[in-house]
């Protein structure tokens, strides 16, 4: 086996392996980065589809770590748009001259340790050995599709596309029939998109979302400028926030107030057009049910006036589940295209999908003629990446472990994989809160975790069996007090067939985690074992 070695292996070239990559170079390390896709930029660089758009405000969604940085770049939307997310991620790469460290195409399959050498060993699909004593999975939280195996996928005639896997060359809707399937974030972006062109679009729902009118707007010189001028204090608010970006909220009941007064703080989060804003409008909407309600019915209140038919507005209206306790989605003009001639709702709770045929779609009540398909179903989110790799430790592999129970020590690291670090994995704030800035927090644990650890001799990391129990015991008593944890998504992992139920996300707040994170590093790594090389291992 011909080995290349370095002291650091990145996976994935995405916002948190880019910024792996800038620390590791500054600690002077020989890092690399491998990447499967043929550019940079992770999430964004596969979610190219129409309508694709952030749902954390631009000024938010952005690397805080170099004020220089922050200052050249401008943002022209309040949500920006994936080609405005790509663009400064490039920038970002060329600035840090990050290219070099980057090999593309590069698809990570294996990693094993080596217990003896403390070296773990990398394999790729392209059949490449890289070999480093410490790896840094930065390969995302929903970069693994969900492709549902409807029958008789292999016979439609026409073109199949997935959205997280959207073609470069880009799909041509115009004046074809089309169905989407899916209706979470991403088919509540494309369908709207899709319907400006196509002939006809049939939206394949299983299970309606909230969504919420984004609100999005061009943003000014000036709105630039303000943040800029005061983007220390931005960023400290961020940081000390529940969810990684401040919101404009206050801690009180939805119970506490009157009526009309829920109402208008409702109203105004709702003109403002933030999911985050408006799930934090109540102290108490993702803990008490009939707080909840109120706000469910604020919401659907909303959908009513935004759908022109009646029945169908009843259809697109979630029941049975909480508002946010699935993603609260954002939209622009999603409800109002099912007002289009051209838009049709397939509802799959009346409606079965039976079989897919050479000409399109056969459900339980009718035969639809069909030009594309395109799938908008999901992933198996935060784990199913790391879970499809075989990634070995000291006494079995990842899926194995995962498979029955997502268990990290802070979702950061997993006893049994030792020197193996994962951002913003399972039992971290992750997806319920503003990405950027919970991959920058972890990045920068890892990466003085790993200084630390080297200028003390530490060969070996690892968390213990307790330290990591303690950690998933505290965060499943903090879900359990959510509603959160009754919900059928891939939060809990149950959109995917198999998959063990647990909330994967930690839900007691960015603030709350950035503050143990503090303390454990300020305390000298209690949790940890570290440990120096043995003697007669390779050097
Ligand atoms: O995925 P989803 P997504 N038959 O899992 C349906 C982020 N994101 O890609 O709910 C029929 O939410 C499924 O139905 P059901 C954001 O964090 C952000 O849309 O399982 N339907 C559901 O309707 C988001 O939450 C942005 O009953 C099937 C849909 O497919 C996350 O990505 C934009 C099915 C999947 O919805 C994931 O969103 C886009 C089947 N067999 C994404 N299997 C923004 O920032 C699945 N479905 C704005």
């Known amino acids: 086996m011909n080995a290349q070695t370095h002291d650091i292996v990145i996976v994935g070239a995405g916002i948190a392996g880019l910024y792996a ?12 980065v491998l990447e499967r896709g043929s550019d940079i930029g992770g999430t964004w660089y596969w979610n190219r589809y ?81 070999v480093a004593p410490i790896v840094i999975m930065a390969t995302g939280v ?20 997935n959205s997280a896997h959207w073609p470069e060359r880009g799909v041509d809707f115009s004046d074809k029939r089309v169905a989407v399937i899916g209706t979470g974030s991403t088919g509540i972006q494309i369908i709207p998109e899709v319907a400006k062109d196509a002939a006809h679009v049939y939206a394949f729902q299983r299970t309606p979302s909230f969504s919420l009118p984004a609100q999005n707007r ?15 204090e931005f960023r400290e608010r961020a940081r000390n926030s529940m969810l990684g970006a401040w919101t404009d909220t206050h801690d009180t009941s939805a119970l506490e107030v009157t009526a009309e007064e829920r109402e208008a703080e409702f109203q105004r989060l709702y003109d403002y057009g933030s999911p985050m804003r408006f799930a934090s409008a109540f102290n ?9 309600q109120t706000a469910r019915e604020f919401v ?56 897919i045929t050479a000409r399109g779609i056969r459900t339980s009540a009718r035969e639809i003629e069909l030009d594309v398909i395109v799938f908008a179903t999901g992933f198996d989110a935060v784990t199913g990446t790391l879970t499809r790799m075989q990634i070995t430790g000291t006494s079995g592999t990842l899926s194995e472990k995962w498979g ?4 990290s020590w802070l979702g950061v690291m997993v006893h049994g994989f030792p020197n193996m670090f994962v951002v913003t994995g399972p039992g971290s704030p992750s997806v319920s809160s503003n990405m950027f800035l919970s991959i920058e927090q972890h990045v920068e644990f890892i990466s003085d975790l790993i200084a630390d650890s080297r200028a003390k001799g530490y060969a070996r990391i690892e968390p213990t069996a307790e330290a990591e129990q303690e950690w998933v015991a505290h965060s499943r008593e903090v879900s359990d007090g959510t509603l959160m944890k009754d ?24 603030d709350v985690y950035g503050a143990k994170l503090n303390h454990i590093q300020e305390e000298g790594y209690p949790g940890l074992e570290r440990a120096a090389m043995r003697e007669g291992a390779a050097a």
């Open 21 to 32: 990559l800038i620390r590791a170079q500054k600690q002077g390390l020989k890092a690399i």
């Open 50 to 130: 129409p309508g694709a758009r952030c749902d954390v405000e631009s000024f938010d969604y952005s690397y805080s770590f170099d004020d220089e940085l922050q200052q050249e770049w401008t943002w022209t939307e309040k949500y920006a748009s994936q080609p405005e997310i790509l663009a400064y991620i490039h920038h970002v790469a060329d600035k840090y001259h990050l290219r070099d460290g980057v090999r593309l195409r590069t698809n990570v399959t294996a990693a094993s340790w080596d217990e003896q050498n403390l070296l773990w060993t990398i394999a790729t699909e392209e059949n490449e050995h890289f």
């Open 142 to 161: 929903l970069s693994t599709p969900k492709i549902p195996d409807f029958p008789g996928l292999d016979e439609f005639s026409g073109e199949v596309v």
């Open 218 to 232: 061009p943003l000014s010189v000036e709105d630039n400028q303000a943040v800029k001028r005061s983007y220390r």
């Open 284 to 292: 108490d909407l993702l803990t008490s049910e009939q707080a909840n």
């Open 300 to 355: 659907s209140s909303r959908i009513r006036e935004r759908v022109a038919d009646p029945n169908l507005a009843e259809r697109l209206i979630p029941t049975g589940y909480g508002l946010a306790t699935r993603r609260l989605c954002i939209d622009t003009g999603y409800y109002e295209t099912f007002n289009r001639e051209n838009v049709t709702l397939v509802d799959m709770r009346e409606e079965k999908l039976e079989q």
């Open 404 to 407: 029955h129970s997502p268990d």
């Open 487 to 510: 919900a059928t998504s891939w939060y809990t992992g149950t959109n995917v067939p198999g998959k063990p139920r647990a909330v994967l996300q930690y839900l007691g707040g960015v």
